[in-house]
């Protein structure tokens, strides 16, 4: 408790370096209240044994802010945290992405999710989110590439929404196809690459002597067949 202030007059200190004083106290007391509040959030969810939040909790997670573990909204959660591992978030991850975030509370972060939508739809962001997403999917320590059947879930989740028909097409033909049973990073980069500079389904300025895939190269061979 602080001392009762004395009745009698005197002359007021320096008012400016008083204000400085609080401020920075006021301003250092808010930091430490919401971090706390950003821990105890995470302590909500984590797993106490391994000091991190596991799919256990991050589904714990998604059912308090009614959005399903599959939602794109959580993989972009996971961008803005920079989680490296897929399921997992560390303490440091937490603090570091909800604090930038400026989120410290369930419903704070509920609200957040819209506007972190659109951060990412941001051709500044988004280049950024699809490359990450892909490496998001490595979970193997030395693994370079990713199955068939991850990445056709991963078209969908990120270029569904913007690139529909490009998307339905390219799921298809990887479905039925027989030459690859993984995806690489490269090829994964020309898939957007793809869906932002061909004309489709037409595919007029498609031009196979240009530095696409081959697995591109072959998509478009078979496009062009079934609409013959």
Known sequence: MPPR??????????SSSVASSDGRSVSNKAKTKGMEKIDRLFNTYA?????????????ALCADL???????????????LKSEKQGYFTREEWQT????????????????????????????????????????????????SVDIESICELLNLVLGVQFRPQVDSLVEYLKIQNDYKVINADQWINFLRFCKEIS??????????QAWPLILDNFVEWMKEKQS
């Open 5 to 14: 202030a004395s009745k009698r007059k005197s002359v007021p200190p320096n």
């Open 47 to 59: 797993n106490s044994s391994l000091g991190m939040i596991d799919p256990e909790g991050i589904e």
């Open 66 to 80: 009614g959005v399903d573990y599959t939602d794109v909204r959580i993989l972009m959660l996971a961008w803005k």
């Open 97 to 144: 992405g909800l604090k930038t975030l400026g989120v410290d509370s369930l419903s704070k972060l509920k609200k957040a999710l819209p506007e972190l939508e659109k951060e990412v739809e941001k051709p500044s962001n988004y280049e950024d989110f699809y490359t990450y997403a892909f490496r998001y999917c490595l979970t193997e320590e030395k693994q370079k």
């Open 200 to 209: 489709f389904p037409d595919l007029r300025n498609y031009d196979a002597n």
